[in-house]
């Protein structure tokens, strides 16, 4: 069976600093995808950014970046310049033919 | 990317009674999906429905409690039956859409917020 850890159950950042969220994750697949999704307090889910797990390089979307390790089954989420819109939680998921979620960091960017 | 839409956004209901939650996408999809996230929890799934067969439960969820309709490839409901103040939570409906040239996102509804009281 597929998990997803999220270690960081709260974190807090200053405004236009950096922040890594981390996620592990345990499988016995070898293709499968990783995504973190954002939820904001005002509930809806949005995709921030994924990876296929096929591909060595870390996927980047303007501040948001993985560092995917796929031999440690590591997969963080680092938030540059940091805004408070950013302020949500954050959910680490792994997707193959059905998809797990982690617990959630509940990221608050400070002012 | 798939437009969902859930009614209602949140209700308050009486212990013992019963609420539909409505799904509606703006697209044709195969599965949908119906999570439970209780305050401060993370998602869990409570069954997989396809258009034209009864949906599949997850362990712990059964379908006398959480009946699920499917009737077409663009809506779906979730029935939470005789509530408890433990079935307080917010019910996400999403759907499992080709995104690239080998995935599958998943996008999520607004969510309904339930609490019972």
């Known amino acids: 069976a597929q998990t997803v850890t999220q270690s960081q159950p709260e974190m807090s950042v200053q405004e236009a600093e950096t922040v890594t969220l981390s996620c592990t994750y345990d499988?016995?697949?070898?293709?499968?995808?990783l995504f973190w999704y954002k939820q904001p307090p005002s509930r809806q889910m949005i995709l921030v950014i994924r990876?296929?797990?096929?591909?060595?390089q870390n996927a980047t979307e303007n501040r948001f970046s993985v560092n995917f390790q796929k031999a440690a089954k590591s997969f963080s989420l680092k938030i540059s310049d940091s805004q408070l819109g950013d302020t949500a939680m954050y959910f680490c998921?792994?997707?193959?033919?059905?998809?797990?979620f982690g617990t959630g960091t509940s990221l608050t960017v400070i002012p | 990317s798939a437009v969902i839409s859930q009614k209602p956004s949140r209700d308050i209901c009486q212990r013992g009674t019963s609420l539909t939650i409505q799904c509606q996408v703006d697209s044709q999809v195969t599965m949908m999906f119906w999570y439970r996230q209780q305050p401060g929890q993370s998602l869990t799934l409570i069954a997989t429905?396809?258009?034209?067969?009864?949906?599949?439960?997850e362990s712990g969820f059964v379908i006398d409690k959480f009946p699920i309709s499917r009737p077409n490839l663009t809506f779906s409901t979730l029935t939470v039956s005789n509530m408890s103040p433990e079935d307080s939570s917010i019910y996400l409906c999403?759907?499992?859409?080709?995104?690239?040239?080998?995935?599958?996102?998943?996008?999520f509804g607004p969510g309904t917020r339930l609490t019972v009281l």
């Open positions: 998921a792994f997707g193959s033919n059905q998809f797990y």
């Open positions: 990876q296929e797990a096929y591909k060595q």
């Open positions: 999403s759907v499992d859409q080709l995104a690239g040239d080998h995935y599958n996102e998943q996008f």
């Open positions: 499988t016995s697949e070898n293709n499968y995808y």
């Open positions: 429905a396809n258009q034209g067969s009864e949906a599949t439960y």
